[in-house]
Structures are given as structure tokens and as C-alpha cells.
């Protein structure tokens, strides 16, 4: 998602599910995109496996909505095509990295 600020900062985040810690999550702004490996770093240092197709965990939106709230953001717009064209990957294909990334988080 790419969100503005009102004082017009612009920055990119991910919200989902941290399979980890089972809960709802919302990234620091972006910094790098691994689209070879699925793979989001954040300016904050965070590392996230994106896992499963894009917007596939409806409990994340309430949490996003929250975090757009506390963080007093003023526009939102989906920006998930600037990163993944989701029409080139098949669901086969977003399985196999999803089955990837479980293997390797239980290794």
C-alpha cells in the first residue's frame, strides 16, 4: 500500500498475517522489494517472506485500518501491481513459495 501523510510524506508498506506470531501486521515504509524471493526489507531493518497470494488474510485489513489511524494517514491506494504482476504468477506458483518459505521457517 502506498499511504500519504498529512504533511504530504509518501511511503509503501505491507499488511498481512505474521505467521509467526500468529497476528495481524502492518510493515515500516518499505526499502527494498525481493520479488525472486518474496522477500520485503523495511528502512527499519525488518525482513518479511511475503507468503500466499496478496491480500489473502482478511483479519489484516482491521489491522491496517488501525495503523492508518493511529499514524493519522490521509490517502491509501494499492500499489501491489507496481511491485508483482499477480496475472504473470500462477496460483501454483505463489503455492510453491508459500510451501518454500514454511520449510524453510521450520527448518
Same mark, same amino acid.
Given at each position: 500500500?502506498?499511504?500519504?501523510?498529512?504533511?504530504?510524506? &509518501?511511503?509503501?508498506?505491507?499488511? *498481512? =498475517?505474521?505467521?509467526? !506470531? /500468529?497476528?495481524? &501486521?502492518?510493515?515500516?515504509?518499505? *526499502? =527494498?522489494?525481493?520479488? !525472486? /524471493?518474496?522477500?520485503?526489507?523495511?528502512?527499519?531493518?525488518?525482513?518479511?517472506?511475503?507468503?500466499?497470494?496478496?491480500?489473502?488474510?482478511?483479519?489484516?485489513?482491521?489491522?491496517?485500518?488501525?495503523?492508518?489511524?493511529?499514524?493519522?494517514?490521509?490517502?491509501?491506494?494499492?500499489?501491489?501491481?507496481?511491485?508483482?504482476?499477480?496475472?504473470?504468477?500462477?496460483?501454483?506458483?505463489?503455492?510453491?513459495?508459500?510451501?518454500?518459505?514454511?520449510?524453510?521457517?521450520?527448518?
Amino acid at each position: 500500500m502506498e499511504i500519504t501523510t498529512k504533511q504530504g510524506t &509518501r511511503s509503501h508498506h505491507v499488511h *498481512g =498475517h505474521d505467521v509467526t !506470531h /500468529n497476528f495481524a &501486521r502492518t510493515s515500516s515504509a518499505i *526499502g =527494498h522489494f525481493d520479488a !525472486h /524471493n518474496m522477500t520485503v526489507s523495511t528502512r527499519s531493518g525488518r525482513l518479511y517472506q511475503l507468503v500466499g497470494l496478496p491480500g489473502n488474510y482478511p483479519a489484516g485489513i482491521p489491522a491496517w485500518e488501525k495503523w492508518c489511524s493511529n499514524n493519522c494517514i490521509v490517502t491509501e491506494t494499492d500499489v501491489t501491481d507496481q511491485y508483482l504482476d499477480i496475472d504473470k504468477h500462477s496460483t501454483l506458483g505463489f503455492d510453491r513459495l508459500t510451501r518454500a518459505a514454511l520449510r524453510e521457517e521450520n527448518s
